[in-house]
């Protein structure tokens, strides 16, 4: 089930993206986002 989710969130991040530069945009947030949460705890 897990692989799923993981999976359908892959394919919605995919599909919100139009171009190659959008994508590595996503991915750049995504990846900020993670590094924030991680320094709040």
Same mark, same amino acid.
């Given at each position: +089930? !897990? !692989? /799923? #989710? &993981?999976? /359908?969130?892959? #394919?919605? /991040? #995919?599909? *919100?993206?139009?171009?190659? @530069? *959008? +994508? *590595? $945009?996503?991915? =750049?947030h995504a990846?900020? =986002?993670?590094?924030? @949460? &991680? !320094? !709040? $705890?």
């Open positions: +089930m !897990k !692989k /799923l #989710l &993981a999976c /359908l969130a892959v #394919l919605a /991040l #995919l599909a *919100g993206c139009n171009t190659i @530069a *959008g +994508m *590595g $945009k996503d991915i =750049s990846g900020d =986002s993670i590094e924030n @949460a &991680a !320094k !709040k $705890k």
